[in-house]
Antibody, heavy 120, light 107 residues
Framework: EVQLVESGGGLVQPGGSLRLSCAASGFTFSSYWMSWVRQAPGKGLEWVANIKQDGSEKYYVDSVKGRFTISRDNAKNSLYLQMNSLRAEDTAVYYC?????????????WGQGTLVTVSS | DIQMTQSPSTLSASVGDRVTITCRASQSISSWLAWYQQKPGKAPKLLIYKASSLESGVPSRFSGSGSGTEFTLTISSLQPDDFATYYCQQYNSYHGTFGQGTKVEIK
């Protein structure tokens, strides 16, 4: 069974940093693209970042470019999101998601999410 | 970037109703479209991929259609478990854009 478990969320001041982690199990982690998707309170879903199987390709939504970094450790079956220069508008539940195993960047598997609150 | 527009934003319906949600893309995305269902406090659940392919385990009352720029999600007979918010998502590029969501409420 595919399992994705996020951690690392919490309250941080504007301008601060936070690192999210996602522990993956139940599949061969190194074989799949992975993603972060977020959802601000009461709002819709927003894709944040994708990373290729070997970490050689990374893509970001414009609003986080230069501030967020997606990375992975295939030996530890883990996905990360380093978030710097955080803003109030980054407040959201952050989901780790596994890309499909067919040709398409959609997400059949999601974690339960971790809440990031940016506030003074 | 490709923009996705869903309509309506809110839909009131009764159990047994046929429900249709529309999603429009700002440019052609072929059939690279997925639909998700989300309930409060839960992660999204994949329903449909490649515009019309039903994800394993999803009831057959859900169906998707369309290509290019216009797509629909249809629930043939609304069940109590279907009251939720539905999102479309394009994956024509590495940037996966979502629609703003359609909330299906009890009438």
């Amino acid at each position: 069974e595919v399992q994705l478990v996020e951690s690392g969320g919490g309250l941080v001041q504007p301008g601060g940093s936070l690192r999210l982690s996602c522990a993956a199990s139940g599949f061969t982690f190194s074989s799949y693209w992975m993603s972060w998707v977020r959802q601000a309170p009461g709002k819709g879903l927003e894709w944040v970042a994708n990373i290729k199987q070997d970490g050689s390709e990374k893509y970001y939504v414009d609003s986080v470019k230069g501030r967020f970094t997606i990375s992975r450790d295939n030996a530890k079956n883990s996905l990360y999101l380093q978030m710097n220069s955080l803003r109030a508008e980054d407040t959201a539940v952050y989901y780790c998601a596994r890309v499909s195993d067919s040709s398409g960047y959609y997400w059949p598997y999601w974690g339960q999410g971790t809440l990031v609150t940016v506030s003074s | 970037d490709i923009q996705m527009t869903q309509s309506p934003s809110t839909l009131s319906a009764s159990v047994g109703d046929r429900v249709t949600i529309t999603c429009r893309a700002s440019q052609s995305i072929s059939s690279w479209l997925a639909w998700y269902q989300q309930k409060p406090g839960k992660a999204p659940k994949l329903l449909i991929y490649k515009a019309s392919s039903l994800e394993s385990g999803v009831p057959s009352r859900f169906s998707g259609s369309g290509s290019g720029t216009e797509f629909t999600l249809t629930i043939s007979s609304l069940q109590p478990d279907d009251f939720a918010t539905y999102y479309c998502q394009q994956y024509n590029s590495y940037h996966g854009t979502f629609g703003q969501g359609t909330k299906v409420e009890i009438k």
